[in-house]
């Protein structure tokens, strides 16, 4: 369920395969990324010679994509990319993964540290746009994502 909540921006719900909160710039793939071999658990940079999104950093970012992609091994890497503060803030997924959902919940029990894993539309979300996880009453997850707008800076100037 997609609602529009104010311009430029659209409040979706899903479902949690692991809960919890996170806020984050959206990278997003139209193609599935897999950790194991795709991402450098200790700089959080693709290394995926194959996929389109090589060189970029999912670190502090939320990752949206159609789902997972690959090895089983792909949870070890989601768990220690998870310890060294590497990992995204959080995925947002439009199918489950139950591989994804393992290094999340594996990095949660040995170090206490949550990483959101949703399952919901992910239609409409660029990269670039602000987005942020939170629970609603009744336990689901929502989604909130919002364009971006960069104020505009004449040629020469600088912050």
Request: glycine share 14%; with cysteine.
């Amino acid at each position: 369920m997609t609602q529009p909540v104010a311009t430029g921006a659209v409040e979706r719900l899903g479902t949690f395969q692991l809960a919890g909160e996170a806020d984050g710039l959206a990278l997003v793939f139209s193609q599935p990324l897999s950790f194991w071999g795709g991402i450098d658990a200790e700089t959080g940079e693709i290394i995926d010679h194959s996929h389109p999104g090589l060189g970029q950093n999912v670190a502090g970012m939320i990752l949206v994509m159609p789902s997972g992609r690959g090895s089983s091994s792909s949870s070890s890497v989601l768990a220690e990319a998870i310890r060294r503060g590497t990992a995204p803030a959080g995925i947002l997924l439009e199918r489950p993964d139950p591989i994804l959902a393992v290094g999340a919940i594996v990095a949660e029990f040995l170090y206490g540290i949550s990483m959101p894993l949703v399952v919901c539309d992910i239609a409409g979300i660029v990269s670039g746009d602000r987005v942020a996880i939170g629970t609603g009453a009744d336990g689901r997850a929502i989604v909130r994502a919002k364009t971006e707008s960069l104020p505009l800076r004449s040629p020469g100037c600088f912050p």
